[in-house]
């Protein structure tokens, strides 16, 4: 069948859109050198934030959030991994985790490509198969920075956190041989909660959330299934209950807020390395939130890891995500803030507070409008930016080469297509507002006209 993905990467790779400003052949990176190649598509300022590590700067909110859910993960059973490298290799991010060649996630207008074989990773998931191949320990978690291209607004940030952790059992080593008892007794020994939990689906769906029936019995993966889903409450209840105190705190006696029991629902979910999967969300402030992806882990990362008889769970949880929650931070650029103002307001996972906003200066939006090349003029030569190959995350690089952290959101604001000559228009709102300082007028507009000039030269866009 025809499939117009996979026709679009069988496009010649020197008519495809460069972003990098100033093109290099190499790229150096923490001290290794890179070479570049026409998919290479990371700029400088985002190459700039490797070496920022958050999750690691002490009393930053990030690393507070890794803090308070390693704890729910002890050694010896866990290991954490804080350290490893964000260059990783397409195999690595993609290949190893069973994400078919046509998956859109490996698309250059999502992820950041070094060249070819190599990207920034898009998800702490890239070392699952390293790990297990290690095999050092029962359990893990994974802290790292990710990367991703997406929109601009101020829950998306090109540069997060996740952690990711994973629990296995060794067919070989529990007594009998009989896994399910084995992770039954464990899931025994670990705390109860009082928690209210919403799971309304059976373990195992044929069709939705298949048993992986070649390698697991129900037995087993009920018991797998069952001390995941205790692992990853006990970690909302360790988070909220300290966020629920710190909003105590703050807003005084409200009975209307202390007394909302905390509630969190398992939804059934897809990913290529787990089955079943699942996604927990938590109910907060009057709404569902999604904050980590979960599942049994498919049979084939641990065969190709030369562990074939293990099985267990593994999840990733987005840390930024958990953290403007638990801190009640309103806008994601925060984190990269060095502004002591943001940075003196944390301290240590014994004293989880509210996050209070030290100014608000006026925001200043401005638009701008564009005609896409119509298909047929592509068909003459100029293949970029036609309606197919348009990418709404290049119009977002632009912006945050351009504007950095003075850019608060970009906004589709409208579309349409002309009634003769069939090509479409689009219009974006770019909303420009420092987190820490006012910007003047002739400020944005310098930024906004540079923004246009990109735009046409870099997506061959025709400006209204
Ligand atoms: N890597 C997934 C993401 O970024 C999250 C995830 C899901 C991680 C399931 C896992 C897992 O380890 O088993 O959305």
Known sequence: MFNPRLQAEKLPLTRR????????????????????????????????????????????????????????????????????????TVAQNFDSLGFPADHPGRNRSDTYYINQDTVLRTHTSAHEADIFRQNASEGYTISADVYRRDAVDRSHYPVFHQMEGARMWDRGKVPGGDIAKAVRDDLARMPKHDLEVEDPNPTVDPERNPLQAKHHSLEEVEAVAAHLKRSLEGVVVELFSKAKQAAAAANGPDPSIQEEPLKVRWVEAYFPFTSPSWELEVFWQGDWLEILGCGVTKQDLYINADIPNH????????????????????????????????????????????????????????????????????????????????????????????????VEDVRLVDEFQHPVSGRKSLCYRINYRSLERTMTNEEANEMHESVRGELVKKLGVELR
């Not at 803030?337 to 943001?342: E, I, M």
């Open 311 to 406: 099985i267990g769970w593994a999840f990733g949880v987005g840390l930024e995500r958990v953290a403007m929650l638990l801190f009640s931070i309103p806008d994601i650029r925060l984190f990269w803030s060095r502004d002591k103002r943001f940075l003196s307001q944390f301290t240590t996972v014994d004293n989880i507070n509210r996050y209070k906003s030290f100014s608000k200066h006026p925001a200043c939006y401005k638009d701008v409008a564009f005609w896409l090349r119509s298909s047929s003029s592509s068909a003459g030569g100029g293949l970029r930016s036609n309606a197919q190959d348009f990418h709404e995350n290049d119009v977002m690089e632009i912006v945050r080469i351009i504007g950095g952290d003075l």
């Open 17 to 88: 859109t460069n972003l990098v400003t100033d093109s290099q052949p190499e790229l150096e990176i923490e001290g290794s050198t890179y070479r570049t190649d026409p998919w290479t598509n990371v700029p400088q300022s985002i190459l700039s934030l490797i070496p920022r590590r958050l999750h690691l700067q002490p009393s930053h909110p990030v690393s507070l959030t890794r803090e308070l859910i390693e704890s729910r993960f002890p050694s010896p059973t866990y290991i954490h991994h804080n350290d490893l490298s964000a260059v990783v």
